[in-house]
């Protein structure tokens, strides 16, 4: 909480952070909310107050969520704003499952027949492919051409399944099964 004001009482520090803590609850990856109260003066018009929020989220591709708020008193300022960020941090997050969605139905359409089985547990879900033979060239071009990092695929070459991915380098790794 950030006073530049020093005229915000400790009760509305103290709301103010229970009703943030909604934000953790409703949305995890919430990682750091900074709060910011200011007074605004302008010429021939009242004093109202300004309340800047930023919430921040873990991750890099998750943005920062930012809003700012004025009115007349600080709590109706400090409502105001946990209201639009209260919304602001929902649309986020369901911008996010949307996202994962889209990847998986994109990594789908991009791996040979995939046939997806949702298991009884919500964190585990199972994939089958159905694989038909490639060279190791084949997958490369495969894998340029998908948006996820690894490819699965069956080798023409020795009959069994293989996965490549492109390293930081930007080389290829094709990973060869081999049962002891």
């Given at each position: 909480?950030?006073?530049?004001?020093?005229?915000?009482?400790?009760?509305?520090?103290?709301?103010?952070?229970?009703?943030?803590?909604?934000?953790?609850?409703?949305?995890?990856?919430?990682?750091?909310?900074?709060?910011?109260?200011?007074?605004?003066?302008?010429?021939?018009?009242?004093?109202?107050?300004?309340?800047?929020?930023?919430?921040?989220?873990?991750?890099?591709?998750?943005?920062?969520?930012?809003?700012?708020?004025?009115?007349?008193?600080?709590?109706?300022?400090?409502?105001?704003?946990?209201?639009?960020?209260?919304?602001?941090?929902?649309?986020?997050?369901?911008?996010?499952?949307?996202?994962?969605?889209?990847?998986?139905?994109?990594?789908?359409?991009?791996?040979?027949?995939l046939e997806a089985e949702t298991a009884p547990a919500a964190d585990l879900e199972?994939?089958?492919?159905?694989?038909?033979?490639?060279?190791?060239?084949?997958?490369?071009?495969?894998?340029?051409?998908?948006?996820?990092?690894?490819?699965?695929?069956?080798?023409?070459?020795t009959g069994s399944v293989s996965v490549c991915f492109r390293r930081a380098d930007?080389?290829?790794?094709?990973?060869?099964?081999?049962?002891?």
């Open positions: 909480m950030h006073d530049r004001t020093e005229r915000v009482p400790g009760r509305l520090v103290d709301y103010a952070e229970q009703r943030l803590l909604r934000l953790g609850r409703h949305f995890d990856r919430v990682q750091e909310v900074e709060v910011e109260f200011e007074d605004e003066v302008h010429r021939g018009s009242k004093m109202s107050f300004v309340v800047r929020i930023t919430a921040r989220a873990d991750g890099h591709r998750h943005p920062v969520a930012h809003v700012t708020e004025k009115a007349a008193e600080p709590r109706t300022a400090l409502d105001l704003a946990l209201d639009k960020m209260d919304r602001q941090v929902g649309k986020l997050k369901e911008k996010i499952k949307i996202e994962r969605k889209r990847a998986s139905l994109a990594a789908a359409a991009g791996n040979n027949d199972r994939v089958r492919l159905k694989l038909h033979p490639q060279t190791v060239e084949d997958a490369a071009e495969a894998l340029a051409a998908s948006r996820n990092p690894c490819y699965v695929f069956l080798d023409e070459g930007g080389g290829l790794t094709v990973i060869e099964p081999v049962v002891p």
